[in-house]
């Protein structure tokens, strides 16, 4: 790694609260630009608009992967670059950014994958509980779920975050916000377990959840051990940690939950934000009045 991108990477960490997973996303883009500009033997300071724009051409074509970049990866590829190339200028490294006029292209708006509960709990019940780590996968699927987490904030709970006697969560979410959310007495129940048969015997590190050899896991662990489960519950699309998150707040909304309440628990910092689960609600209300409404039902 070169020490501009290193010093950049603390630089993001620390300075802009950046989570870990954005700027492990942001390292591995700059080094795939650094990687071209090696092979096109010129260096950080020598980018021009010129270079900046071919790379951008091959980059959403996918010459650097197996295929076409999603809008999404590729808006967020020219974003760490213009970032990067901002700080260089602070550190008056380069005198201009040749990623400024490079925008990505705008994001699909979409609604995010939601399962039902039935499906929540055919997920859960994937897990064979009498083996530890499928205890451990299933406490952490069930976490998720309960308590509406991010992967990144379920990963980083520590024991003394867990309140058992008030079934209450001590949660730190983007920009190390911090935020109570409670859990009901079945996931309580999952903890203990979890703790007694499995977590003992993992070594003293802080943290809830832990490979074999007692290191912290990975979020990359969780998204292919979900993606699994999905799988084996057979579920009509690729189950992803944030499916769960926002499952919990569709349930929630459909269940009476009042949208200041969701978005507290989720940790959003806008309402606006939280709204987006509003309309998975109506989509739903109205799917199942043209399902089964006998006006509906005439043609």
């Not at 990359?220 to 940690?241: E, S």
């Amino acid at each position: 790694m070169s020490q501009e991108l290193a010093e950049f990477l603390n630089y993001m960490a620390h300075s802009h609260s950046r989570s870990a997973c954005t700027v492990d996303s942001y390292r591995r883009d700059i080094e795939r630009f650094l990687a071209y500009l090696e092979k096109i033997d010129k260096k950080f300071f020598e980018v021009d608009k010129n270079i900046a724009l071919d790379y951008a051409q091959e980059l959403k074509n996918g010459a650097f992967s197996k295929k076409a970049l999603s809008n999404a990866s590729y808006a967020r590829n020219l974003s760490a670059l213009r970032s990067f190339y901002r700080y260089l200028m602070l550190q008056k490294k380069v005198e201009d950014n040749p990623f400024k006029q490079l925008s990505g292209s705008k994001k699909a708006k979409h609604l995010p994958d939601v399962l039902t509960f039935d499906q929540v709990e055919r997920v859960l019940n994937v897990f064979d509980l009498k083996k530890d780590e499928e205890l451990r996968d299933r406490t952490i699927c069930e976490t998720i779920y309960a308590c509406g987490l991010r992967v990144s904030e379920c990963l980083n709970i520590k024991f003394s975050d867990i309140d058992m006697s008030n079934g209450l969560l001590h949660v730190v979410g983007k920009g190390d916000k911090e935020r109570i959310v409670p859990f009901y007495p079945r996931l309580a129940k999952l903890f203990e377990n979890y703790i007694q048969r499995y977590r003992k015997k993992m070594g003293d590190s802080p943290y809830l959840f832990v490979s074999r050899k007692g290191k912290k896991l990975s979020a990359r662990f969780v998204q292919l051990m979900m993606n699994t489960a999905g799988k084996k519950a057979d579920l009509p699309f690729g189950l992803h940690p944030h499916a769960l998150r926002h499952s919990f707040a569709t349930h929630l909304l459909d269940n009476g939950a009042d949208l200041r309440s969701v978005q507290e628990l989720l940790g959003h910092e806008n309402l606006e934000t939280t709204q987006i689960y509003t309309h998975l609600t109506y989509d739903r209300l109205k799917n199942a009045v043209s399902k089964a409404h006998p006006h509906s039902l005439k043609k």
